[in-house]
């Protein structure tokens, strides 16, 4: 019952996304129009819409095609992401499911290698991606990974040799490893399987 259940919460809870950025983009509109004192029928002239539409918009009752937005934003002589910064702002929050998040493909995934990202931030100056990392086969080879900022592993389950740099670390449940993430690092054996970690990757945003 619970599976049935889901794609009905999940199209509820993206019609409740939908509202609210339709809510944030009117009242960013209604600002800016406001600081010019600019009425909704000038606006509305300039932009090629009826004033009906225009204050549909503002009130977040109708959701603007990007054409639409652009020609608000040339009306307002704002950018068009502008409209999207209140939205952004209320963004600061991401809610994953046990058992969801998205699946990434990263450099050298396979079967039985699965890193499931169960977050991000958009605001921020720094990038956290927080991963839920599940290993279930048996693999010679692993490949190590190389970015900018710092990187935290947290085992949750099973055994692994983790390398980093020159050295390696024998891992068991409740172990963690915090290190920067310029030198060269990953599992290199899975001791006992299933191996199930969290890893956290923090950079400035400007490394993107």
């Known amino acids: 019952m619970a599976a049935r259940e889901r794609p009905a919460a999940l199209s509820e809870r993206i019609r409740h996304d939908e509202a609210r950025l339709a809510e944030a983009i009117g009242q960013q509109i209604r600002h800016f129009r406001s600081e010019l004192r600019m ?3 000038e606006v509305a002239s300039l932009a090629g819409l009826s004033s009906g539409m225009m204050s549909k918009i503002e009130r977040g009752m109708s959701s603007p095609s990007l054409a639409t937005l652009a020609a608000i934003a040339a009306a ?9 910064r209140k939205y952004e702002e209320q963004r600061d929050c991401s809610y994953v499911r046990g058992g969801e998040g998205l699946v ?3 450099v050298g995934t ?3 290698h699965e890193y499931r990202l169960l977050g991000h931030n958009i605001r921020s100056r720094v990038n956290v991606e927080p991963y ?13 990974f190389q970015h900018a900022g710092v990187e935290f592993v947290y085992l949750l389950e099973g055994r692994v040799l983790y390398r980093h740099g020159k050295k ?10 915090f290190f920067d993430a310029e030198a060269a690092h990953g599992p290199e054996e899975l001791v ?3 191996v ?3 890893a956290v990757l923090s950079k400035p945003r400007d490394e993107d």
């Open 76 to 84: 307002l002589n704002v950018p068009v992401t502008a409209f999207f």
């Open 104 to 106: 990434i493909e990263r």
């Open 110 to 112: 396979r079967a039985g």
């Open 196 to 198: 199930r970690m969290i």
């Open 39 to 41: 009425t909704i029928a």
């Open 168 to 177: 390696t670390y024998l891992l068991t449940a409740g172990d963690s490893l």
């Open 132 to 144: 839920l990392i599940t290993l279930t086969d048996e693999s010679e080879v692993f490949p190590l």
């Open 192 to 194: 006992e399987l299933p």
